[in-house]
């Protein structure tokens, strides 16, 4: 039998959209609404529906939205973070994140960003140039990705420099407590991983 790729699975999946009469349009929105937008998009698909009353509807339905300052305000408030576990500051700027030290974990720096409705806890592993064999490395990393639950690994740019990175995602409107054992997690799968991976780096990194 022979194997479908994802594109084969969207064009049926946007050929049964045509089908029931269904047109594609592009829209331009600020990130902090596009849970508002995929809502309506869902009740736009229904052949008849009063407008006011789905307005409301979807207003109603719509959760608590983290912003990195809230996120600061009520992460402080927490045992882990005002027993002097874990160390947070809020970094101002255009878009605003919060810098997390992991006292336990040998004062590992975390960084939280509140995108749209995502969350994004990362954690910069390496310089891409201290990895031996890039090549290999990466092939490794796509085979035993796995063994760190909810977290993954990519490259990144750092100010001007190529990095390997370690992030977890999250809804902005995740629990307070989900937001707690992700930066938990992250910050012991950043150990792992730094176990697993450390014969791919140079002997000087």
Not at 23 to 32: L, M, S, T, Y
Not at 93 to 114: C, K, N, Q, R, W
Not at 153 to 161: H, N
Request: proline letters at 3%; hydrophobic letters at 45%; one cysteine or more.
């Amino acid at each position: 039998m022979q194997s479908k790729t994802s594109a084969h699975y969207q064009r049926l999946f946007r050929q049964r959209l045509r089908d029931q009469g269904l047109v594609k349009k592009e829209v331009w929105i600020r990130p902090e609404h596009a849970q508002m937008l995929a809502a309506l998009e869902r009740k736009l698909r229904q052949p008849h529906i009063e407008l006011a009353s789905m307005e409301k509807e979807v207003d109603m339905s719509m959760p608590q939205m983290w912003t990195a300052a809230g996120l600061y305000e009520a992460l402080s408030t927490t045992e882990l973070f005002s027993n002097g576990q874990v160390a947070i500051e809020l970094l101002q700027g255009a878009e605003s994140s919060l810098h997390v030290t992991m006292h336990e974990y040998g004062d590992l720096p975390l960084f939280i960003a509140v995108f749209g409705e995502q969350i994004i806890v990362e954690a910069v592993l390496w310089p891409h140039a201290d990895v031996r064999d890039p090549v290999l490395f990466n092939e490794e990393v796509l085979r035993t990705h796995k063994l760190f639950p909810l977290s993954s690994i990519g490259l990144e740019l750092l100010d001007g420099q190529l990095c390997y990175t370690m992030f977890g995602a999250l809804s902005a409107s995740s629990a307070l407590a989900d937001m707690l054992f992700e930066i938990e997690m992250l910050a012991d799968n950043v150990i792992k991983a730094t176990e697993a991976y450390e014969g791919f780096l140079k002997t000087s990194a």
